[in-house]
Structure formats: structure tokens, C-alpha cells
């Protein structure tokens, strides 16, 4: 195996590394909201509200990722009237598809909290958003970061299937590199290791979260 082929490469695939961490953090910072959101209206008294998360919910978890981001690549140009860029596509796509699995755990960590908390609230005279955010919201999320960590993890492993679309993110770059250095092994292991790099530490820094709760 020749590794000469990385170190004159390595700014390229860093350029594709930039781009998927970026993904990752437009990813999150716009699907926590919207869990955060759906997850209170899965909650809801209200069965329209709730059925309506609900449905949400179901039919996001169960279609592969990779269908729902053909899903928007094809039809958001259909549906605005005109084309939309491979970032833009992948990225409404990514935060409407993360945003289904932060609602459930967000959900479960509201429910972790109790309903004595939700009861307090409204007795102190708050309504129920305002005893959501202030009191249920800010208790649940302590508990649910190493659930939230992990997720991220997954998000940011999860940014590869933009290359099936185009989207100049790491593994597109590499393999970009690969078909014209003939040397696809190398820049593969390259890659990988990076992954593990990156995943593995933020898995750490995950359990660490669990030890300390």
C-alpha cells in the first residue's frame, strides 16, 4: 500500500471533513427545536395535535434516511417551481428526518421527569408551554444528554449519505480522489480512521455525560 497518496490530499478531504461537520451542526442546531416542539405535541391533550406529531413521528422513523432525502431532492423543485440546491435539499431533508428521532427522546425525557412537575407548574399559575419550557424542558434535558450526544454522533456519521446526492461532503471528496489516484484502499482506511477518530471521542465524552448524572 502507498499512504504517499494522503499527505498531498489531505487539505482536499479536510475541505469535504468542514463541510460535514457544518452539516451536522445545521443538522442539529434546527432538528433539536423542532423535536423539542413535536415532542410537547406528541404530549398534548389535544388528540389532534398529538395524532398529528404522532403521524409525524411514524412515518419519518420508518423510512430510511436515504429515501427521505430523495423524497426532497426531487420534490422541493416540484414543489417551489424551481431548482434547489444538492446543500439545501440534503439539509431540509436531514433536519425534518433528526428531528422525528430528537422528538422520542426528548419525549421520553419530559416523561422521565414526572407529572407531579408538570402538576406544580400549572398550579403555580403558569400555563402549560410556559411549565414546559421553564420547569419539564430544562430537567429533561439534563437527563436525556447522553441520549442527545449519541445522537449527534449518529448525525454526524449520518452526513455520508449526502454523496449519493452530489453534496462535496468527506466521503464524496474521497472518493473523488480515489477513482483518480487508482488508490481507493489508502484513502478509505484514511477516512475510516478519521470516523473513528471523531465518533470515538465524542462517544467518550458521551459516557462520561451517564457517569456523571
Known amino acids: 500500500m502507498d ?4 499527505p498531498p490530499n489531505i487539505p482536499y478531504l479536510l475541505g469535504g471533513l468542514w463541510i460535514s461537520v457544518q452539516l451536522a451542526a445545521v443538522t442539529i442546531a434546527f432538528s433539536f427545536p423542532l423535536g423539542c416542539l413535536i415532542a410537547v405535541g406528541r404530549l398534548s391533550s389535544n388528540r389532534w395535535i398529538s395524532g398529528f406529531c404522532g403521524a409525524f413521528v411514524n412515518v419519518l ?14 420534490l422541493v423543485p416540484l414543489l417551489i417551481g424551481r431548482a434547489v440546491g444538492d446543500l439545501t435539499s440534503t439539509i431540509i431533508a436531514f433536519v425534518i428526518f433528526f428531528a422525528a428521532y430528537f422528538t422520542e427522546i426528548v419525549r421520553s425525557g419530559i416523561q422521565s421527569v414526572g407529572l407531579n412537575q408538570i402538576q406544580a407548574g400549572l398550579s403555580s399559575g403558569l400555563t402549560y408551554q410556559q411549565t414546559m419550557r421553564y420547569i419539564v424542558l430544562p430537567q429533561a434535558i439534563r437527563a436525556m444528554l447522553p441520549a442527545l ?3 449527534c454522533i449518529i448525525i454526524f456519521q449520518a452526513t455520508t449519505v449526502a454523496y449519493v446526492i452530489g ?4 466521503l464524496h471528496r474521497t472518493s473523488l480522489v480515489a477513482e483518480r489516484t487508482i488508490r481507493p ?4 482506511v484514511f477516512v475510516a480512521v478519521v470516523y473513528l477518530v471523531i465518533c470515538y471521542s ?3 465524552f458521551a459516557r462520561s455525560l451517564e457517569k456523571s448524572r
Request: glycine share 0%.
Open 149 to 151: 450526544t449519541t445522537e
Open 185 to 188: 484502499a489508502e484513502l478509505y
Open 202 to 204: 465524542a462517544s467518550l
Open 167 to 170: 453534496v462535496s461532503e468527506l
Open 3 to 6: 499512504w504517499a497518496v494522503i
Open 61 to 74: 422513523r420508518s423510512n430510511p434516511l436515504i429515501l427521505i432525502l430523495f423524497w426532497f431532492y426531487f
